[in-house]
């Protein structure tokens, strides 16, 4: 462990000792750059790539010296449980309309309307009425990679959620087994098709503070595509409804080598090829607005821990109107490589975590740009030296982010160590 507490005066001929508790992409970046594994349950180590377990049972009891990090907040799941994301996003939307007005509140339309069941039932029932032949989607609130998710049009199809007194006519007890928490959503039956299929986009965003809110967006990502041609007219089909890969793999002519997957890069290209690189620009900018405001719904309500950083991954599905929809934020982003590409965006991805983290003390702190890494907020948004990526119009106003970007990450680390070993020098 680290004795010198001085983030600028770090020995940095010490060796970092990590724990992981995932045996996958993680893994081999942790071990790539020459820290040292600990195994023992007891060991002392500086940097934990932990699962939300340990948050769960061990965090509250851990004592943390001043330079450790760990990959969650206390509370993560306030912004990733669907249901706790849908009450924070329309807490949010409430107090911009009571402080700004509906016309600002409208921003925060980028969510389908949902509500919890079974607590919510009798509220959601008026709702479906409301709206006739409408298609809905059930999604249990604390699952992930599409388990438990079903698609419905009558309210036959979820009669096991009504909300009911646990108490009989009688007077004795209902005994039987609570029924599991779900939220439902209005689904979206118009998405954006690619080819006829329907796709959603996965991006990563990473939080390294709170108070004062720090965000910073990945280049790459990528466009996860459903294995069957789009229809409305088989809502029980998974593999036309639910782009999961964890899904699709299971179709019996899914491809393991060509996958379902399109870079963020390719997909951005294809878009402006479609639309105009302004309509796209329009897109993507949107999307930072997401981003952004999902992250202030949760601001003031999340433990901030100097300790703590976190990677999300973002869904987000576009319509045929180009409207970006968030459907869900992963506090556990899925790490295991589906192919050779795919391990190579997540092997470099997780690369330039650990260099943002900064565990070696190498960085000024003042860099807007960290391999495949922009600094989209710190504080306020932050304003990007180019005002548009090249080849593209002006956006509405100056931005640090280049999503879907020619991603030089590497050129950018260069230059990054270069300016390090020069300063020490």
Known sequence: MYTNRNRGARNESKVIRFKCSLQNTIADVLRSRGWQEVKEESGDWDFYWADVGWMREVFDHCYMEEHMRLNHFRNHYELTRKNLMAKNLKRLRKFIERESGKIEAAKCD??????????????????????????????????????????????????????????KVDGTRDDREPVENYVVQKYIDNPYLIGGRKFDIRCYVLVTSYIPLKVWLYRSGFGRMSNSRYSTDAIEDTYVHLTNVAIQKTAPDYDPEKG??????????????????????????????????????????????????????????????????????????SLTASNQQDYDLK???????????????????????????????????????????????????PTNTRLGGFNDREENLKNMMRSHTNSVK
Not at 296 to 305: L, R
């Open 347 to 397: 092997f470099k991805l997780l690369h330039d975590v650990l260099t943002v983290i900064d565990m070696e003390g190498k960085l000024t702190g003042k860099e807007k740009r960290v391999g495949g890494f922009d600094l989209m907020w710190n504080d306020g948004p932050v304003y990007g030296e180019e005002l548009a990526m090249e080849g593209m119009p002006h956006p509405p106003y």
């Open 110 to 167: 980028f969510f389908p309307t949902t509500f919890e069941l079974p607590s919510d039932y009798h509220i959601f029932v008026e709702e479906f009425k409301r709206c006739p032949n409408s298609t809905w989607i059930m999604k249990p609130i604390a699952k992930s990679q599409g388990k438990g998710i079903f698609l419905f049009r009558k309210l036959k199809d979820i009669m096991e959620w009504k909300k009911e007194d646990s108490w």
């Open 260 to 333: 379902c997957k399109w870079s963020l890069i390719q997909l951005r290209m294809y878009l402006m090829t479609k639309h105009g690189p302004e309509a796209v620009e329009t897109l993507f900018r949107a999307m930072d607005d997401i981003f952004i405001k999902s992250l202030q719904s949760t601001q003031k309500i999340m433990i901030n821990d100097k300790h703590c950083f976190e990677l999300y991954g973002y869904d987000i599905l576009i319509d045929e109107t180009l409207k970006p929809w968030l459907l869900e934020i992963n506090a556990s982003p």
